[in-house]
């Protein structure tokens, strides 16, 4: 183990999710996209109500699917019963899956990775079963991180377990004109170190602790937006800077994403199939009752190198 920053330089993680009030239920906006009900939230998130993906999309409706979530970078299927091969193929149409390292809890497929709190002989069998989820971005210390990871939802418990999506190109939109001139061609470390809880970061790193360096905004390869691409769960340092310059920035940056105005909330319902863009988003969870049962079935699909 080698440590990366002194034990008491781990003070951006004494925020919690807990402390981010609970984003009101807000009832979206009824339209109708070229044959698609939608209900749109704010800042982003869209429910799709009449898909099913037990089926083959045809190209038309796939595109269209597409400029939807690349609009609104988290997309909701409601009512889905699906198979993991169901789930399998919509995944091959967005893009090459990715592996995810933690081989252990591999599914089905190496793509594939139970959350859920599922135990065997008094032990969690899963990955991320229990408590709440500091906000980050799925594979960020590799060198093409997941730009979609789908998550369905197979077993909810009655109340919490909410997962949040930060809009990350709003939250770049809002910065100052200064601020953005001083990210501009910024690069930071992403880390993967956490605890099954993935509430903190140790503060001891491990050696063989997978890392990555990327740039601090990154531009959508679909859209042209700028998003920031750091978070407070596995972003430790801003390249080129001392240490207490980089914390101070990323602290702030943490906390400007992190403010409920760029937050969707979602309430999971079993059925759901939800997929979100981590090009452009930031996601936690809140904690639930560990005596009920959550189990989600991800995918994975990896991305371009962030530029
Ligand atoms: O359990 C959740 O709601 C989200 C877990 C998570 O971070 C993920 O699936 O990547
Ligand atoms: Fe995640």
Redesign the pocket.
Known sequence: MKPLLPSDASNTMTMQISDIPEVTQDPGRRENDRGLELVRHAPCGTEILNVDLTRELDEERFRVIMDIWHRDHVVVFRDQILESEDQLRFGRRIGELSVIHTQEFSGEDPAIMY?SNVKEDGAFVHA?PIGE?MF?I?QCYKPNPAKA?I?YAMEIPKAG?N?LFCDATAAYDALDDETKARLDGLRALNLYDYDAAATHTAAEVSDDAPSHEHPVVRTHPATGRKSLFINRLMTRSILGMDREQSQALLDQLFDHLENPAFVYEHRWRLGDLLMWDNRCTL?A?RDFNPEEQRI?R?LTVQGETPA
């Open positions: 959350i991320l989820m980050h799925d990871s998550l377990g997962t996601h969870r989600l991800r």
